[in-house]
Structure formats: structure tokens, C-alpha cells
């Protein structure tokens, strides 16, 4: 399979996953990155075999993902190279070369065989470099005696001719590159040869190889060197840590794009100390090397994670560098229990180009993860950085070593996990259903597992957010005040370490309590002027946040429509509620009205309960017929007054000899303030005989005044005797046609209407008003009445609050009417206030209407009609 089907393969598999996570869960988080696959395994010579007796290395040609491993010697000290290459899926070798360094200068007897040191891979060229060291005999030296040292550099071709790799250097035919006679080995010369090797790399800037090792001054101080070699062979300058700053102990170089030098201080300069270091490119050794910012890991700090990894490299290997600019190493990754650190198993830890953290695999014991990600414990073992964010790790567990690919869409690894953010104010818990004050500062934080934080993305649910670039460790933390109020969802997103979960979500639920504004639980009337005006109150709390407004919003319906700012203007930033009113003028007479308190901060809006109050409505005053018979002076005039549910403080006649009256009487007792017709009357003295008067009732309350319609009476003549006159007797005689024969000396009355109510459902409105159609019968000339409604049953007024009340038949809505004979009249009334109550509880209600009607002859009928009551489907509300 060619590398561009290998990572289209790989490419398919993270979109894949990166599919199902995003089905899964409302924000995909990142490919996980984990073990894709591993070969090798047995110990052996044979092909897709490894045997290392005493090292290894591997190498990686990033530009097609093939792999390069060199192993044994065999008995005869020749090292094999087999080169291996992804074959519908799977690593197979399809080329391999053997190498035998000179062992002549040892002489016969000898045991101690050459070792390798590392693989670089040199993509221009197309060339592979495995260095070769020669163990110091005392034979041959005298200083330095058992010290490796850089003996041979060998070059093959990348590119196999059928199933071989090709000495790169031409003319040679064993691919040696630089012989002893250029690296000096066996020198006695103090600091010519380059002592203990521990790794090689190629720089893509000049295609040098570079190696490093020791080389020991006149003071027998073993400083760390760097030694380059072209690539024809010839040796170029040497960089020597005349500081001391390594203490001897840095290994692994590897080069990037761009020429950096970087070896890897596994022990550290400092006690307690691990870092990546770079060499300068220029290999001036008056200049010392400096610490790469990010790769710093200090010990002490680190809970998790060990760098570069135990334990330490022998021989390279331990440091290299992708073409994309990740710098791969080995670490140490602690398996947690608990929530404790345990025991340390072997990983490799990646960082950026700029030194940042991007994150760790592996770190799998042999007991979990069914045999992924497990790495051995061994020196030997080794990594080599490939395309596409592929890393190769050759892991040696002397039973069966293997070559490990890591990368995106990967599995197997120890998966971090986090808690919910926890929320504290004042350093104390505060829990999801807890009200915090919007003037609180509230800390967020989350403890994770088998993960370090290495930046947080918070989401605070009020349109703030806020990013925690720095490196947290297994606590993150951030404080917020909230900017809006009301049950809010904060998310966390951590950026992890874990490369097998990059990314954590969590999110929990918070309720922030705004500034309170409490609607007052009843609008107060202004005296005097109560049909049009009205004063609201209520409370604002603002809870330590500056309120920016503070209104009333008003109007016929929930949907309101008015404002009106409240009286005090300014009312800071406190803690305590703050008494506010408004006045309103130009209301409607009679009518009822909605309600609610607002206030405003930064960040959002609090809104008061809905109320409702009512102007005043006027009483309903309608004039009935004088009580028969009159005397000649006397008479007792009579009418209805249905107070409207405000008290009616005054009630009288007007009478006189015409409409315009000229004498008033008070009736004999007042009303009250009930929502149903009352009967009053009052008697008249001082009249003359025989004399037409008219009358009316006239009633009022705080803010109106009502008056009946015109009446009349005639007083009784005077007799010869110059008493009263009889009785008037009536007589009524049917017919067989059904008509009235009046008799000559009779008088007739014309029977009462007899009205009726058109349907039997009403629709309610908002503010309580409904209609009802009144028919006339046609002999009538006109019909006047009034409509009186009552629930069908006792019930409570109070639906739902205060104190239990005594269950009563209720009167909900009164109306008059005058309805011409055979007509039909549409009234309109208005519930109570204990109807609009009782009808939003129950839905549906049934009442019963009381019809009471009289003609122009002031005849009187009763009839009772049952109707059903619904609320009218409810208008749009404005959104604030």
C-alpha cells in the first residue's frame, strides 16, 4: 500500500470516529490518538524478526511512513537493516541489507562486539545513517579504557533495488560512509575520539549527520559533544558543553525543518529538573545551550507525567522530530487509582514546534488495556517520528520486541476523565439549586483523572467566556461574576495531555439570582379621582447590582403596552428592597387593568408578578315604577342600585312636577357595595291631589355618579267624601281568539315580557369581559332589565390563598339592557374579580343568569338561563 493510501486510510478512520462523536454528543471533541497497530513480536533472524543482543535502533522515513530497523550483531558481529513498509494495513518487510563493522584493531580473542547508535533518515538524499561504535581495548589505549566510542558511519539508499538496500556511498560496497580513520576511535589523543554515543540525526538544513557523545578535557571532565559529519564522509565542527551544562548526561539529538538542534537533558542540569535543550545551529561552543520554554518539567510539580521517561535511553532514540514540527520523547505516564498516582509506565510525550505540550500516549500497564499502548520497560527502547502526526516506538521486551505505530484515530490508551465543575462563593459550596447573587464572585472547578489540563475554555451560559491558557495540572479553576440572571448552564472544555481523550466536556447547572423586583400586591386609588387615576406600588432589591431602570408596565392585558418610571428614580446598588410607585392618569373609567413591576441592570431584566386593579366603575341606577296606589299627598317611590362592588356613599330620588325636578329625598338606606341589584325606595309627603310628578334615582360612589331614567305618578283625586278614592279594581276576560276584551269599566295592565337569553357559551377576555344577546318578544314595544350572574354553586372566592373563607353562591357580573319589541340586543358585562379568579382555575365554568325584565307598563318578569364560560384564546405577549 503506498504512504498516500496509508494515510488516507488512517484519515478515513479519524473522520470516522470524529462522525460518531459528533452524532453522539452536541460538541465532537477532538480524535482521540492512541495505538493504530503494532508487528513484529518475535524474537528471531528471519524476516519481520527481531533479535538485538545488545542494541537496536529504528528509524522512520517521514515521507512515506516506511519503517528501518537495525538489529542483532550475529556471531560474526554483522547488523542487519530491514525496511518495512505498510501493505493493506499491515507492516510487512520488503527489503533489508547487512553490515559488518572492522573489528580487526581488537584482536583475536576479543569478546566485546561493536554496538549501533541510532538511525537518521536523510529525506533529500534518500539516505539512511546507522553509526557504529568500537569499544575502547586496553590493548590499543591508554585513556578512557572501556569507553565506547564512534567508530564507523555506514549509508544505504531509502530505495531498495528489488528486496535489497544499497550501500549509498558509491564505489563501497559495504556503505561506509566514515571509517575509523576519520571518527578516530582508539585515539590517545585526549578528547579526539567521541566517547560514549548516544545518538545520531541528520540536519535538513545542510545534510549533515550529526552525533553526539562525550568528550573528555585535560581535568577528566566528561562534557557532552556534538560532532558533524558531511555527507561525503568528512568530518566538520564539533560543539563541545564547555559550561558543563548537561553534567554529561544529554543523549538523543534531533534536527528540525529549520536547522534547531535539540538533544534531550533526561537528568537534568538542575536537581529535580527535566527539559529539552537546544544546541546552537551555528555550533559556536562560546555559546551555551538553552532550555526549550514549555519542555521544562520540574518533579516536584509533576503528578502525572515523568520526562523524559524511565528508564533512561542507552543507546539514542529517545528524541525526534516529525515533518509537521513535533518533537516526540519518551516519558513516564503514572496509571491512577484511585485518584492517586501509581506506579509509572512507559509513554512518549509530544510537544509543539514552539515547545508547547500537546499532549502523551502509551502509558498502559501490561495488566489493562488488552495489550494496547503497553510499551516495555527496557532501555532499549527507542522512537522515530513519522508523517501525519505518526510516531513509531521499537519496544524491546526481550520475549518479543515490537515496533508500536501511535497516531490520530488510535485506541487503547488510559482514558482521562473530569467531574463537574463545583461552585464555591466565599469558599463555600454552592449547590445547582441554590440562588446566588449577581453580585457574587463564583469560583468554577473540576478534578481530573489520568489527565493534566493543558488550557480550559469556559462558557458561562450569560454570553461571557473565558480561556485558561496556562497549564493547570488535575485542578482547573476560574472565578466569574454573571452577567444575567436565571438558571444558567456553564460548560468546561479542557484541553487534555491524554491524547486518547484530548478533550473533556462537562457542563453543570447554576441559578443566579437577580435584582428582585416584587410587584405590590394591590394598586393604590388616589383619592378623589379614582375613576381615571390610580397609584401603583411595589419593591426592588437590587440584590448589589446597579439597577440602570425601573418602570411599571400597565395596560388591558398581560400584553401591557404603557410604562410609567418609577418614583424614586435612582435606587442603587444595595442589598435591601427599595419601596417604588408611580402615578397614572388617563385611565379608562370602569375598567380593569394588568400590572407589573420591571427593573433593569446590566446583563438583563427582573420582572415583578402580574396584578391587576380596576377604576371605578359608576353604580347602576335603574328607576322603577311608585308603589300603587298613590294617596293625594303621599306616594312611595321605588328603583334598583347595583353598586358595582364600590361602595355607594350617596343615594336619593329627585322628583317634581317636571323633568326638572326641584325636590330630593334620600332613600332609606344605602345600598352598599355588592355586585347585585338592590331594591330601594323612599316616601314622599306634602304632595297635591291629582297631580303628575316626575322622579328619578339617583346614586354615587367615591368617583361617579349614576342616574335612572325618567318616571311618573299621579296622585290620587279628591272625592265628594274628601278622602281617599277606592281601590282601582282590574278585570281581564279571555276570549276564544286569545285576545283581551277590556271592559268599559275596567283597566287592563299588559303582561311582563318574557326575555330570553340567544345561546348558551361566552368567551371571557382578559380583562374579564364577555357578551350575552337579550331577545324581546315581538307584542312587546321594548323590554328594560337587567342580567345578574351567579356561580351554579357555593364556592370560595379565594381560589388558592390566605385563609379558608366561607363557601357562598357568588354574584360575578351585572348589566342592564333596553331591547326593542322582537329585536335582539348583544350586552356586555365584566366579571369580578372573583370570577376572573374562579374561571382561571376551573378553565370552564357554568352560571347561572338571572333575567329580570318589566315593560313600559312597569310589568316584571323573572326568567333563568344556564351558561357556560371559556377564556377567550389570549393575545401575543410582548417579549422585555
Known amino acids: 500500500m503506498s504512504h498516500a493510501a496509508t494515510v488516507l486510510r488512517r484519515l478515513v478512520v479519524v473522520l470516522t470516529g470524529a462522525l460518531l462523536v459528533a452524532a453522539a454528543t452536541t460538541a465532537a471533541a477532538q480524535a482521540s490518538y492512541g495505538e493504530i497497530g503494532r508487528f513484529g513480536g518475535v524474537r528471531g533472524t528471519e524476516p519481520g524478526q527481531f533479535e538485538a543482543r545488545e542494541a537496536a535502533a529504528i528509524g522512520v522515513d517521514p515521507g512515506t511512513n516506511s519503517v528501518f530497523v537495525v538489529d542483532?550483531?550475529?556471531?560474526?558481529?554483522?547488523?542487519?537493516?530491514?525496511?518495512?513498509?505498510?501493505?493493506?494495513?499491515?507492516?510487512?518487510?520488503?527489503?533489508?541489507?547487512?553490515?559488518?563493522?572492522?573489528?580487526?584493531?581488537?584482536?583475536?580473542?576479543?569478546?566485546?562486539?561493536?554496538?549501533?547508535?541510532?538511525?537518521?533518515?536523510?529525506?533529500?538524499?534518500?539516505?539512511?545513517?546507522?553509526?557504529?561504535?568500537?569499544?575502547?581495548?586496553?590493548?590499543?589505549?591508554?585513556?578512557?579504557?572501556?569507553?565506547?566510542?564512534?567508530?564507523?558511519?555506514?549509508?544505504?539508499?531509502?530505495?531498495?533495488?528489488?528486496?535489497?538496500?544499497?550501500?549509498?556511498?558509491?564505489?563501497?560496497?559495504?556503505?561506509?560512509?566514515?571509517?575509523?580513520?576519520?571518527?578516530?576511535?582508539?585515539?590517545?589523543?585526549?578528547?579526539?575520539?567521541?566517547?560514549?554515543?548516544?545518538?545520531?540525526?541528520?540536519?535538513?538544513?545542510?545534510?549533515?549527520?550529526?552525533?553526539?557523545?562525550?568528550?573528555?578535557?585535560?581535568?577528566?571532565?566528561?562534557?557532552?559533544?556534538?560532532?558533524?559529519?558531511?555527507?561525503?564522509?568528512?568530518?566538520?565542527?564539533?560543539?563541545?558543553?564547555?559550561?558543563?551544562?548537561?553534567?554529561?548526561?544529554?543523549?538523543?539529538?534531533?534536527?528540525?525543518?529549520?536547522?534547531?538542534?535539540?538533544?534531550?537533558?533526561?537528568?537534568?542540569?538542575?536537581?529535580?529538573?527535566?527539559e529539552i535543550a537546544e544546541i546552537p545551529s551555528s555550533f559556536n561552543d562560546s555559546v551555551g545551550p538553552k532550555a526549550l520554554p514549555g519542555t521544562v518539567?520540574?518533579?516536584?510539580?509533576?503528578?502525572?507525567?515523568?520526562?523524559?521517561?524511565?528508564?533512561?535511553?542507552?543507546?539514542?532514540?529517545?528524541?525526534?522530530?516529525?515533518?509537521?514540527?513535533?518533537?516526540?520523547?519518551?516519558?513516564?505516564?503514572?496509571?491512577?487509582?484511585?485518584?492517586?498516582?501509581?506506579?509509572?509506565?512507559?509513554?512518549?510525550?509530544?510537544?509543539?514546534?514552539?515547545?508547547?505540550?500537546?499532549?502523551?500516549?502509551?502509558?498502559?500497564?501490561?495488566?489493562?488495556?488488552?495489550?494496547?499502548?503497553?510499551?516495555?520497560?527496557?532501555?532499549?527502547?527507542?522512537?522515530?517520528?513519522?508523517?501525519?502526526?505518526?510516531?513509531f516506538v521499537y519496544s524491546d521486551n526481550l520475549e518479543a520486541p515490537t515496533i508500536i505505530e501511535f497516531g490520530p484515530g488510535g485506541t487503547g490508551c488510559p482514558v482521562g476523565s473530569v467531574t463537574a465543575p463545583v461552585?464555591?462563593?466565599?469558599?463555600?459550596?454552592?449547590?445547582?439549586?441554590?440562588?446566588?447573587?449577581?453580585?457574587?464572585?463564583?469560583?468554577?472547578?473540576?478534578?481530573?483523572?489520568?489527565?493534566?489540563?493543558?488550557?480550559?475554555?469556559?462558557?458561562?451560559?450569560?454570553?461571557?467566556?473565558?480561556?485558561?491558557?496556562?497549564?493547570?495540572?488535575?485542578?482547573?479553576?476560574?472565578?466569574?461574576?454573571?452577567?444575567?440572571?436565571?438558571?444558567?448552564?456553564?460548560?468546561?472544555?479542557?484541553?487534555?495531555?491524554?491524547?486518547?481523550?484530548?478533550?473533556?466536556?462537562?457542563?453543570?447547572?447554576?441559578?443566579?439570582?437577580?435584582?428582585?423586583?416584587?410587584?405590590?400586591?394591590?394598586?393604590?386609588?388616589?383619592?378623589?379621582?379614582?375613576?381615571?387615576?390610580a397609584k401603583l406600588a411595589g419593591t426592588v432589591n437590587p440584590e448589589g447590582v446597579p439597577v440602570s431602570e425601573c418602570y411599571f408596565e400597565y395596560g388591558t392585558s398581560t400584553s401591557y403596552g404603557s410604562k410609567a418610571a418609577c418614583v424614586p428614580g435612582t435606587l442603587g446598588s444595595g442589598t435591601a428592597p427599595v419601596a417604588v410607585s408611580a402615578s397614572l392618569a388617563g385611565l379608562a373609567e370602569g375598567t380593569l387593568y394588568d400590572y407589573r413591576l420591571v427593573a433593569k441592570y446590566v446583563g438583563g431584566t427582573s420582572d415583578g408578578a402580574n396584578q391587576t386593579f380596576s377604576t371605578l366603575p359608576a353604580p347602576t341606577a335603574t328607576t322603577g315604577a311608585a308603589s300603587s296606589p298613590t294617596g293625594q299627598t303621599t306616594a312611595t317611590l321605588n328603583a334598583t342600585v347595583n353598586p358595582g362592588g364600590v361602595a355607594v356613599t350617596k343615594c336619593e330620588f329627585l322628583y317634581g312636577k317636571s323633568t326638572s325636578y326641584g325636590s330630593s329625598v334620600p332613600c332609606s338606606s344605602l345600598p352598599g357595595s355588592g355586585t347585585s341589584a338592590v331594591p330601594v325606595s323612599a316616601s314622599l309627603t306634602g304632595l297635591t291631589a291629582n297631580t303628575t310628578y316626575h322622579f328619578e334615582i339617583v346614586a354615587s360612589n367615591a368617583g361617579w355618579t349614576s342616574e335612572g331614567k325618567d318616571e311618573k305618578l299621579v296622585t290620587a283625586p279628591v272625592t265628594s267624601g274628601g278622602g281617599e278614592p277606592p281601590p282601582t279594581t282590574t278585570t281581564t276576560t279571555a276570549t276564544t281568539t286569545g285576545t283581551l276584551e277590556v271592559l268599559p269599566s275596567t283597566t287592563v295592565q299588559q303582561p311582563a315580557p318574557d326575555v330570553t337569553l340567544v345561546g348558551g357559551a361566552a368567551s371571557v377576555s382578559s380583562a374579564g369581559a364577555f357578551t350575552l344577546k337579550v331577545s324581546c318578544p315581538t307584542g312587546d314595544t321594548s323590554c328594560t332589565g337587567t342580567l345578574t350572574v351567579k356561580t351554579l354553586k357555593a364556592v370560595v372566592a379565594s381560589v388558592g390563598h390566605g385563609a379558608k373563607s366561607k363557601a357562598a353562591i357568588l354574584t360575578l357580573a351585572t348589566g342592564a339592557f333596553t331591547v326593542a319589541g322582537g329585536q335582539v340586543k348583544t350586552v356586555t358585562l365584566h366579571l369580578s374579580s372573583p370570577g376572573r379568579t374562579l374561571l382561571a382555575h376551573a378553565h370552564v365554568l357554568s352560571v347561572r343568569v338571572t333575567i329580570l325584565a318589566h315593560n313600559t307598563a312597569d310589568a316584571t318578569h323573572t326568567g333563568t338561563a344556564t351558561v357556560t364560560l371559556r377564556p377567550a384564546k389570549p393575545a401575543a405577549k410582548h417579549h422585555h
Open 72 to 274: 542483532m550483531p550475529d556471531e560474526e558481529n554483522e547488523f542487519r537493516i530491514q525496511k518495512f513498509e505498510d501493505i493493506g494495513g499491515k507492516y510487512q518487510v520488503v527489503a533489508s541489507a547487512r553490515f559488518k563493522p572492522v573489528d580487526d584493531e581488537l584482536g583475536k580473542g576479543e569478546e566485546n562486539l561493536d554496538t549501533v547508535d541510532g538511525v537518521a533518515i536523510d529525506t533529500k538524499l534518500k539516505r539512511l545513517y546507522v553509526l557504529a561504535n568500537e569499544p575502547r581495548s586496553e590493548k590499543k589505549t591508554t585513556i578512557d579504557v572501556e569507553d565506547e566510542a564512534a567508530a564507523e558511519l555506514f549509508a544505504f539508499s531509502t530505495e531498495q533495488v528489488g528486496t535489497s538496500l544499497e550501500p549509498a556511498v558509491p564505489g563501497d560496497k559495504e556503505g561506509l560512509l566514515a571509517s575509523t580513520k576519520v571518527l578516530k576511535p582508539l585515539s590517545n589523543k585526549q578528547g579526539e575520539s567521541l566517547l560514549e554515543p548516544n545518538g545520531i540525526a541528520v540536519d535538513p538544513a545542510n545534510d549533515d549527520v550529526i552525533l553526539l557523545g562525550k568528550e573528555e578535557n585535560t581535568k577528566f571532565e566528561s562534557l557532552t559533544a556534538l560532532e558533524q559529519v558531511t555527507d561525503t564522509g568528512t568530518l566538520g565542527s564539533r560543539w563541545v558543553d564547555k559550561d558543563n551544562y548537561f553534567e554529561g548526561e544529554a543523549n538523543s539529538p534531533a534536527v528540525s525543518a529549520s536547522g534547531d538542534i535539540y538533544v534531550d537533558d533526561g537528568f537534568g542540569h538542575e536537581l529535580g529538573v527535566s
Open 297 to 391: 518539567f520540574r518533579e516536584a510539580e509533576e503528578k502525572l507525567t515523568v520526562f523524559p521517561g524511565e528508564p533512561p535511553t542507552e543507546f539514542g532514540g529517545s528524541l525526534s522530530i516529525g515533518p509537521e514540527g513535533t518533537i516526540y520523547t519518551k516519558a513516564g505516564i503514572k496509571q491512577q487509582i484511585e485518584g492517586q498516582p501509581e506506579f509509572a509506565y512507559p509513554g512518549v510525550i509530544e510537544f509543539n514546534e514552539k515547545g508547547e505540550e500537546e499532549g502523551w500516549t502509551g502509558g498502559q500497564s501490561a495488566a489493562s488495556g488488552g495489550g494496547k499502548c503497553t510499551i516495555s520497560e527496557t532501555p532499549a527502547a527507542q522512537i522515530a517520528a513519522g508523517s501525519g502526526h505518526d510516531v
Open 423 to 533: 461552585a464555591t462563593v466565599n469558599n463555600q459550596l454552592v449547590l445547582e439549586e441554590t440562588k446566588i447573587p449577581i453580585a457574587d464572585s463564583v469560583t468554577l472547578s473540576s478534578t481530573l483523572r489520568q489527565a493534566n489540563a493543558l488550557s480550559v475554555e469556559w462558557e458561562f451560559g450569560d454570553g461571557a467566556k473565558a480561556t485558561v491558557s496556562t497549564r493547570e495540572g488535575q485542578k482547573t479553576e476560574v472565578t466569574h461574576q454573571f452577567v444575567e440572571a436565571g438558571p444558567l448552564t456553564v460548560t468546561e472544555k479542557i484541553h487534555t495531555d491524554d491524547l486518547q481523550t484530548p478533550e473533556l466536556v462537562v457542563t453543570r447547572k447554576i441559578n443566579i439570582q437577580p435584582p428582585e423586583a416584587v410587584t405590590g400586591t394591590r394598586a393604590e386609588v388616589e383619592p378623589g379621582v379614582t375613576r381615571t387615576t
